[in-house]
């Protein structure tokens, strides 16, 4: 069984630039989770996603951020525009209905210059 | 909110010895979960260890066993037998078995462990 996939894997960009990083899941998995972890500190939850609705989102910042789950399996975590503060891993991941554990991917490193 | 406290930032082991990482939490509920996850630099978070906070056995898993203390609202890490592979950054983390806040996940800081051959 294929994990949790997460693209790109590293991602440099300038500071106001847009970027996006995307998560596939586990096949059947219909929670998906979004993490950000800043160097040196444990995740902290983004947004929770419930099929394709988030039933979480109070952690991310509305203004820049945004984050999408079409058909309830892909979802794609978007920055607009990036500050250097941004700089950080975003992980993904996710676990069945009432398994109370979960299955990361490698996350996403992102260094905003 | 609930929090988890990891007050070693970094530890070292010899090989073929035995480290035991802490962990602290607060939380007002009596029903949860307890978990320990290992870091490497590939940057995956790898589940090492689960524990049921109703249950009063601690886990065991091969040479990794927790010391769950629920009063004192401790969980520690032992890793026995210590392998150059366990060297990682160590995470542990709680989740409420309640519905208020979903499967939300939260982490302690993290400690460094470091095995010396």
């Known amino acids: 069984e294929a994990g949790v996939v997460q693209s790109p894997r590293y991602k440099i960009i300038e500071k106001k630039q847009p970027v996006a990083f995307w998560c596939n899941p586990i096949s059947g998995h219909n929670t998906l989770y979004w993490y950000r972890q800043n160097l040196g500190q444990g995740p902290e939850l983004l947004i929770r996603y419930e099929n394709e609705e988030a039933v979480d989102d109070s952690q991310l910042p509305k203004d820049r951020f945004s984050a999408e789950r079409l058909k309830g399996v892909d979802s794609t975590l978007k920055i607009q525009p990036a500050e250097l503060g941004d700089s950080a891993v975003y992980l993904c991941a996710s676990s069945s209905q009432g398994f109370y554990g979960y299955t990361f991917g490698s996350g996403t490193r992102l260094t905003v210059v | 909110a609930q929090t988890v406290t990891q007050s070693q930032p970094e530890m070292s082991v010899q090989e073929a010895e035995t480290v035991t990482l802490s962990c602290t939490y607060d939380?007002?509920?009596?029903?949860?979960?307890l978990f320990w996850y290992k870091q490497p630099p590939s940057r995956q978070m790898i589940l090492v260890i689960r524990q049921e906070a109703y249950k009063q056995q601690n886990a065991t898993e091969n040479r990794f066993s927790v010391n769950f203390q629920k009063a004192a609202k401790s969980f520690s890490l032992k890793i026995s037998d210590s392998q150059l592979g366990d060297a990682a950054m160590y995470f542990c983390a709680y989740r409420s078995a309640g519905t208020d806040y979903g499967n939300k996940l939260v982490f302690g800081a993290g400690t460094i462990l470091r095995v010396k051959s």
């Open positions: 939380t007002s509920e009596s029903d949860y979960y």
